[in-house]
C-alpha cells in the first residue's frame, strides 16, 4: 500500500490523543503551551504503540528476501512409485526461491528509520528537558513571563544539575575503558539505553500492578453489591475532601479580601492583586467588592510583591482542588443514584429501567432509539454480569501469558515465549495480518496495564489525572514525562518477548528500524546480559504481591485508607458514605418537588392573575400592581409572632399534603408531575 497504512494510523492516532486530552483537560482555559507539550507527548508515545506492529511485518518480509538470497529452499519433485531408479536419478533435487508475500501494510524502505528518529528524539526532548520546565512555568505564582521562566529555571536548577553529574560519570565511565571507541554513536547509545534502564525499571513496577488489577477489576466490577460498596466509600472520602478544599478555599480567599482592602487602585502592586482577583470565583469576587465598598478605610499591612507571588500560587492551587472535588463528588452522586436504581431494578417484576432522578435520562437520539429503557434494563439486569466475567478471564489469560513469556522470553532453543511462539507459527505461514494483530493485542494489552495505572495514580494530590476536563497542568505533564519515559522500554520488552531484539535473543536477524535506533546495547553488557533479562522477571513477585493487596494494607497502616473488603474502618466508611447518598438524594427531591409546585402554580394561576403576570415571571408590572406588590412586602415585614407561627403552621399542613399519596402534587412512576388541585379557601389569607 506503499504507505498509506502509515498514515492512516497517523491521523487515528492524533484523534485519539486529542480526545483524551479533551477529556482530561480544558481545551479553553489552559496555557496553549501546556495542551501542545501534552498532545505531542501523548501523541509520540501512542503513534510508537501503534506503528511497531507495522514495522515488524516489514522486518519479517524483509527476512524473508534474505533468506530466498542465501539459502534457497530445496525442492524435490514426487515420484511415482512404479518408476525406476534411474528414471528418478534424472529427476535430481533442484532448489527453487520460497515464495514471500508482500504485506498488506510493507512500508517502503528509508520511512521508517527517519520516522522513528523523528518521534523518539522528540519525545525525549519533550521528558527530560521540555517537560519539567514547563511543569514549573505552569504552576508559577509571578505575573510575568519573565518572572515565570527565572522561577522554573530555579526550580529545575537541581533537575537538570543532575543530569549533568550523571552525564559526566558516564563519559568518565567510557574513557576508562580502552576497548571502546569514544564516539558519538558510542555515547548515543549510552545515553538511550540509561534512559531505557530507568523506565524499564519504573515499567515492571506499574505492569505488576496492572496485571492483576485489571482483571480483578472487571470480576469484581460484574458485581452490583460491590460496586455500590466501593462507591460510598468513595462518597465519604471524597467529602472529606471536598469539605477540606472548601475550607482550604475560603482561608485563601480571605487572604485575598485583606490584599484586596489594603492594595489601593494607585498602588503599584494593584495590578498584581487585579490578576489574583481574577482567577477567584464569582462569588469571592462579588462578595470582596461589597466589603471593599462598606469598608471605612482601614489601612492594612501592604503585602510585598514575593508575597503576591505565594499568594497567586496559593490562589491556583486552591480553585483548582475546589473545582476538582466538586466535579468528583457530581460524579460520584450520579454514579451511586445509578447503582441504586440498577439494585431496585433488579427487584422489579417490569422489565423496564427506571431512573430515579429525571437529570439522569439522556435527550440523545442513541439512547431515545438504541439504548431504550427496555435495552438499558437487559443489559444491566442481565447481560452486564456474564459479559463482565468473561472479559475478566480473557484478561486473565493475556495476563498468564505476559507473566509466562516474561519469565522464559530469554530462551531461544526451544522457544518458551507464548508471544514468539505465535508470532513464529505465523511467520511460516507468511500471514502478515496474524503477525499484525498478535503484535497490536500484545502491545496493546501491556500499555491498558501501565497507562492505566499511571491515570488511576494520585500522589497527595501533587498528581491525579482528574476526567471532565479537570486535571490541572502539571498533571497533564507529568503523565506526558511518564508516558514517554515508558514507552521506548515497554516497545523494546515487547521485541525482547517476540525474539526480534537481537541483543536479548543472540539470533542473526534484520533488525527492525525501531531497534535500529536504538543502537547495540551490547556497549554495556552488565545491562544487556543482565539487567534487561533478570529484572523483568520481578513481575511475578508484584503479581503476588497485587493479588494479596499488600500495597493497599501499608497504606492502610499508613492512614491512606484503601477499600478493604475485610477491614472495619471501610465498613465505617461505607456506611458514612451510605447516609452521606441518601441526604443528597432528599435534598435534590426537595429542590425538585419545589421547583415543580412553583412552576405548576406559574402554569395554573399565571394567566387568571394580574396581567403582568408571564410564565417567566412577573416582569411587566403596571403602576397599580408595583404599588399593591409593595404593600405586600410591607404587610409581610409587619407580621407579629403570632401570624408568622400560624403561616408556618399553615406551610407545614401543605407540605405534609403535598407528600400524601392521594395528594395531585404526587410524583408518578414514571418521574412526572400531576397538575395541582384548587388551593383551600383562606389558606393564604394572611399574605
Known sequence: MSGAALAVVVVVVFLLALYLLQRY???????????????????????????????????????????????????????????????????????ILKVCEEPWSYIPDGILPVFWRVVYWTSQFLTWLLLPFMQSYARSGAFSRVGKIKTALIENAIYYGTYLLIFISLLVYVAAHPQWKFTWRELQTIGITAANTWGLFLLVLLLGYGLVEIPRSHWLSSSHGYLLAKTYFKAAKVA???????ENLADVMEEVAGVHESVRYNHCLRKCVDTIITKCPTEYKEEMGRSVESSGGEQNVLPTKRGLIKLHKKVISAVQSHGQTQVQWSILLDEAFHLEDVAKSQSSPIRHFIHSSPSQHHASWIHRFIYTPTVEWYWECVFRQGFYRLLAVLLCLLSAAVVWSECTFFTTHPVLSLFAVFVQMAEKNHNYICIEMVCFVSILFLCVCVYSTVFRIRVFNYYYLVPHHQTDAYSLQFSGMLFCRLTPPLCLNFLGLIHMDSAISHQDRIQTSYTSIMGSMRVLYFISDGFYIYYPMLVLLLCFATFYSLGSRCLNLLGFHQYMTDDHLTADLVDEGRELIRRERRKIQKSEDGENRRWAWRERYGVHGASGRTRAGYTELSDDQSSRVTEIQNSVVTFTRQDGEEVEQKRGLLRDNSSDEDSPNRRSTGARYLSLSPPRTGIFDDV
Request: proline letters at 6%.
Open 240 to 246: 472529606t475532601e471536598k469539605v477540606a478544599a472548601e
Open 25 to 95: 483537560g480544558d481545551l479553553r482555559r489552559q496555557q496553549r503551551m501546556v495542551l501542545l507539550g501534552t498532545l505531542l507527548s501523548w501523541y509520540l508515545c501512542f503513534l510508537i504503540v501503534f506503528i511497531l506492529p507495522l514495522d515488524v511485518s516489514t522486518t519479517i518480509y524483509k527476512q524473508c528476501i534474505l533468506d530466498n538470497e542465501i539459502h534457497p529452499t530445496p525442492l524435490t519433485p514426487a515420484r511415482r512409485t512404479n518408476q525406476t531408479d534411474d528414471n528418478s536419478s534424472a529427476h535430481p533435487t533442484v532448489s
